[in-house]
């Protein structure tokens, strides 16, 4: 049998050309990021927001300088209809090569951090649970038709060994069961779609910006590589992934975490969160 003809990876600057990708929750803080360095790479970029509109016109005026296409979507992922029309409306505007579903609930800054526990886990569960899976399954059904195409899904790298506290329980549960979804969904659509996640550790985001002293040493202490992770160090995976050099992985989760050191022993519960 010949061997695989191999293509140049490394030196590729631009290995999204002519690719369509979109990135949900696309306004701010790591989709963000995501959407600026997939059009970096080559791609057009279709953005999303529930309701950040000024974030999302930011965005798409640095998508414009870098040269990129795409298109603005509008769409609460908490209500369950949501997902159904929201693809429909994207495919309307042509084929999406590369879907990446970042969106999550901000249960931890503003009004939201005041819900009770239920209240938090069910609106953790609409969005980052239940839209990443119907939105996923509808699209990878076309992509699949399609006969190509790559879903990337946010985890977190704190599922696999648990971190104690509310936070911890919920967002170990949910982001937990994204990544068990990535395995089997990755399964179910090979092998014509490429299905992975990213795991991010502790990234400088709106949370971060607001976190205490104890946190800011938490998060340093807890990667081997000693800094709090950025928006940029998760959208460099993305592109990997979403891009040719890794056209053999699926079903892969990808830690982007600085590697993870291990839990911070200074008890938490001095300190007042939850
Ligand atoms: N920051 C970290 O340390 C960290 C660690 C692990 C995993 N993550 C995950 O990474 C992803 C991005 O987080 P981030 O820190 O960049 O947070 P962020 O800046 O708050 O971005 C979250 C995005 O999700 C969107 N969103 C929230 N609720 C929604 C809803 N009901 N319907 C549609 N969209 C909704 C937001 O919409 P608007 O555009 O309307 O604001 C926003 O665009 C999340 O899935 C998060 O759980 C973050």
Known sequence: MSEPQITAVAGDTRPLSGKTALVTGS??????????????????????TRS??????????QLQAIGAGGRDFQFDLAEQASSETFVKAVDESGPVDIWINNAGVDVLTGAAANLSFDEKLAALWAVDVRATMSLSRLIGTKMVARGSGTI??????????????????????????????????A????????????????????????????????AKSEALLDRWGTPQDVAAAVV??????ASFITGHTLPVNGGFAGAFTEPRNLHGES
């Open 52 to 61: 950040n509109l000024r974030g999302m016109a930011e965005v798409r005026q």
């Open 240 to 245: 990997f992934l979403a891009s040719p050099a």
């Open 27 to 48: 306004s701010s803080g790591i989709g963000r990021a995501m959407a600026v360095a997939l059009a970096t790479a080559g791609a057009d970029v279709h953005l999303h």
């Open 187 to 218: 399964r179910t659509l090979a092998p014509k779609v490429r299905v992975n996640c990213i795991a991010p550790g502790w990234i400088r985001t709106k949370w971060s910006g607001e976190a205490s002293d104890y946190w800011d040493r938490r």
């Open 152 to 185: 990337i899904n946010i985890g977190w790298d704190q599922a696999e060994v648990g971190m104690e506290g509310d936070s911890g329980q919920m967002f170990a549960t949910v982001k937990g069961a994204v990544m068990a979804f990535t395995r089997s969904l």
